[in-house]
């Protein structure tokens, strides 16, 4: 997959856009492009100053890089909570603005950048934890079961040799792929229905399929609610893959992260996922897996979940 595409889909976009959001509002704290120093032009019919011609454009800059950060932040489908997203978006947009217009007291301009910038850390703070992996429990397990779609289910092609069959040659622990091409959170209701093992890894890749055929979101959110009900039992422990989402579906990152914390899932980080996918050879069409990106998927699979399976005898 096209690696400006992995920036967006990885959630990367967001702390690039954020990055560019702090050095507009540093640059917002140049007093004299942004306070009422001008000069007046020999030819001037009135007394109205004029602004030199290097405020204007340095002004131009700040809120271009700002602009700019601003898409890639919507972009990036990065779920905060709700009063932190809209101060994240109100406060710097506010700043810009009171920039467009002079003159501008000083105090002004400090006082709310210093408050945008604070904002932004926070909202750097709130990201975090869902970046990293979080630890796996003390447990052993010798199976494991895939529920996802052909990303997991493979599209046979010629020589194609999936991720789960690959991992579970590498980690001698039996995987049955229960994956099947155009799976949903919806169709996996019935994929799951024949795991009968109340002491079992289950594996979950699914919901980019959701994305791709515009399930709406209360759906969405009611059917993966359903699956991770059906899969709940104290001996089993549930990973889900973050889906790798697509701009303008942060409230489905949202619902996803959500069902992850109620249900005590463990929420494998989009960029980790993303990674697969990233690189030319990953894929066959920028979704599906090549052998590469079988073989890319298997090592993130037993990077994440090696330590709690134990080889057959």
């Given at each position: 997959m096209n690696g400006f595409i992995i920036h967006f889909v990885s959630g990367d976009a967001f702390f690039s856009g954020i990055f560019l959001i702090l050095a507009s509002i540093a640059m917002s704290f140049h007093a004299r492009a942004f306070t009422d120093i001008a000069i007046h032009t020999a030819d001037s019919k009135d007394d109205s100053p004029a602004i030199p011609p290097w405020k204007t454009t340095y002004r131009s800059l700040v809120r271009l890089i700002f602009m700019v950060g601003l898409i890639f932040l919507a972009l990036s489908s990065t779920p905060l909570p709700l009063f932190l997203e809209l101060l994240l978006y109100i406060l710097?947009?506010?700043?810009?603005?009171?920039l467009c217009f002079k003159p501008?007291?000083?105090?002004?301009?400090?006082?709310?950048?210093?408050?945008?910038?604070?904002?932004?850390?926070?909202s750097i703070i709130a990201e975090i934890p869902y970046q990293r992996l979080p630890p796996m429990p003390k447990?052993?397990?010798?199976?494991?079961?895939?529920?996802?779609?052909?990303?997991s289910a493979g599209v046979a092609y010629k020589g194609e040799k999936t991720w789960p069959e690959i991992a579970a040659e590498r980690c001698h622990v039996k995987i049955t792929n229960l994956s099947q091409g155009g799976g949903t959170a919806g169709s996996a209701l019935s994929q799951v229905k024949v795991i009968k093992d109340k002491k079992a890894l289950i594996f979950l890749?699914?919901?980019?399929?959701?994305?791709?055929?515009?399930?709406?979101l209360p759906e969405y959110r009611r059917n993966m609610e359903k699956l991770l009900?059906?899969?709940?039992?104290?001996?089993?422990?549930?990973?889900?893959?973050?889906?790798?989402?697509?701009?303008?579906?942060?409230?489905?990152c949202r619902?996803?992260?959500?069902?992850?914390?109620?249900?005590?899932?463990?929420?494998?980080p989009r960029r980790i996922f993303a990674g697969v996918l990233a690189g030319k050879e990953s894929t066959v069409d920028g979704?599906?897996?090549?052998?590469?990106?079988?073989?890319?998927?298997?090592?993130?699979?037993?990077?994440?979940?090696?330590?709690?399976l134990c080889p057959q005898k």
């Open positions: 710097p947009a506010s700043l810009m603005i009171i501008v007291r000083r105090k002004y301009i400090v006082t709310l950048a210093s408050l945008s910038s604070t904002i932004c850390v926070l447990a052993s397990f010798d199976k494991a079961y895939v529920v996802g779609d052909s990303v890749e699914i919901g980019g399929n959701d994305m791709l055929g515009r399930t709406p009900k059906a899969l709940q039992d104290p001996e089993r422990i549930i990973v889900m893959v973050e889906v790798p989402w697509a701009p303008f579906h942060g409230s489905f619902a996803q992260r959500e069902l992850a914390e109620k249900y005590d899932v463990i929420l494998v979704i599906h897996l090549s052998n590469q990106g079988h073989e890319k998927m298997a090592k993130m699979f037993i990077d994440v979940c090696g330590s709690i």
